[in-house]
């Protein structure tokens, strides 16, 4: 008989060479346990997914709820749906005045795909300036804005006149004219390996975006829900969107994605053509149901109060370590630089056999990630660096 790792290499479509084949029977909390008995620190939360550990029971509950009550009924946007429309009335008490209108899409990328869309329509123009090193996901809108030139080659032509300028460096900002339809950016940049956009930058270019007319659309897919510390990285940074993208720790561990504007904004959507974006499963209801869970979590268990915290404790246990050369972060969103690939190939596959998970960044491959769920505790910080520190002597 095949073992479910001959089957997975044979029917599940493989995204590289070397996937991490790690074989997960179940997970709680900060932990995911093997089918081999071992037990796993988790410090990529499934690339900032799981903000509120593995398994919640409220959010098992939400979704067993959701579903026993009903499912998919028919395209986004037609019926009046409970869980959407209190999620979307949740998120907007979250957001200021101007990001009101929500439409739930299934993905990160999906959400890319439909602000890009949005900022084309409302401004009939078509140009777009993105930022070098940004991460935006895999579909074509997404990869045209993607700040790497490596994983688009093979699949040009894509978006065209996409200009690609440098985070914080605000002689760039003149590329932004009057023919750019949107600028997208991640205030702090995740595969970039966490490189935060200053206040005064993000201020210079949200005055440049309204000279000119462009929508600002920050993507705060991995940034945001808490994990930097405040709700959103835009709070903390000053600076407000006329576009803000959310997915990943959105859904609660389910599948969901947005893009929120104002009501002015989104209505171009709805006109000209009618149907302008449309989508089947978008705010599925029992997605929308488990992201209520989590943001309830959050709130109420005040999830976020206790973030910095557990970065200054992430930081000051593993800082001093020789093989460290610096440490990035932002709340929970945390890269540890260990200088070369080598060291961090090392950490990542030493790391595994003593206990915990972690990953480089699509774009910076010298630094390990620490994205822990949120609601990890302080003894289980200390325990999980004495098990980093460990393995950083031995490589
Ligand atoms: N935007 C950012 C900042 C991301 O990190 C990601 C995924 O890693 C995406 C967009 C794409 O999201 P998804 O994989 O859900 O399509």
């Known amino acids: 008989m095949q073992t479910q790792r001959e089957l997975f290499l044979k029917h599940v479509a493989q995204t590289s060479e070397a996937p991490l084949k790690l074989e997960i029977d179940k997970a709680e909390g900060v932990y995911l346990f093997t089918t081999d008995g071992k037990r796993l620190f988790d410090l990529i939360s499934g690339v900032s997914v799981s903000n509120i550990g593995h398994s919640h029971p409220r959010a098992i509950d939400a979704v067993c709820k959701q ?84 994983p688009k080659r093979s699949f040009r032509p894509l978006l065209p006149a996409v200009k690609h300028i440098e985070i914080n460096k605000s002689e760039d900002l003149n590329l932004i004219t009057n023919n750019t339809a949107c600028v997208i950016i991640e205030p702090i940049q995740g595969e970039g390996g966490i490189i935060s956009a200053s ?44 576009v ?9 561990g389910m599948p969901l994605g947005a893009f929120i504007s104002s009501n002015q904004i989104m209505e171009c959507l709805t006109n000209n053509p009618p ?11 029992v997605s929308c149901a488990a992201a209520l869970a989590s943001i309830d979590v959050v709130s109420e268990e005040k999830v976020i109060d206790s973030v910095k915290k557990k970065e200054e404790l992430f930081t000051s246990l593993l800082k001093e370590h020789p093989k460290v050369k610096g440490i990035r ?67």
């Open 244 to 252: 803000l993208l959310l997915a990943k720790a959105f859904g609660g």
């Open 67 to 150: 579903a026993s009550q009903y499912m998919h009924l028919m395209v986004y946007g037609e019926y009046i749906q409970y869980p959407q429309v209190r999620l979307a009335q949740r998120i907007s008490e979250m957001l200021p005045k101007t990001l009101q209108s929500v439409y739930f899409v299934n993905s990160g990328s999906e959400a890319v795909e439909g602000a890009l869309k949005l900022a084309k329509r409302y401004t009939g123009k078509h140009e777009m300036v993105a930022f070098k090193n940004a991460y935006h996901g895999s579909t074509h809108g997404a990869l045209s804005v993607m700040g790497d030139e490596e």
């Open 329 to 395: 972060s932002s709340g929970l969103f945390m890269a540890i630089e260990l200088g070369s690939f080598d060291n961090v190939q090392k950490t990542i596959k030493l790391g595994t056999e003593r206990g915990f998970v972690t990953d480089w960044f699509l774009f910076c491959n010298t630094a390990i990630r620490i994205a822990p769920p949120l609601t990890i505790t302080e003894s289980e910080i200390e325990e999980v660096c004495s098990i980093i520190l460990e393995v950083l002597d031995e490589i």
């Open 275 to 285: 149907l302008g974006h449309i989508t089947t499963f978008g705010g599925h209801p």
């Open 199 to 242: 206040s005064n930058y993000l201020k210079k270019l949200r005055n440049r975006c309204d000279e000119v007319g462009a929508l600002l659309i920050f993507d705060e897919i991995q940034s945001g829900m808490g994990r930097t510390g405040h709700n959103f990285a835009f709070e903390k940074l000053g600076v407000v969107p006329d």
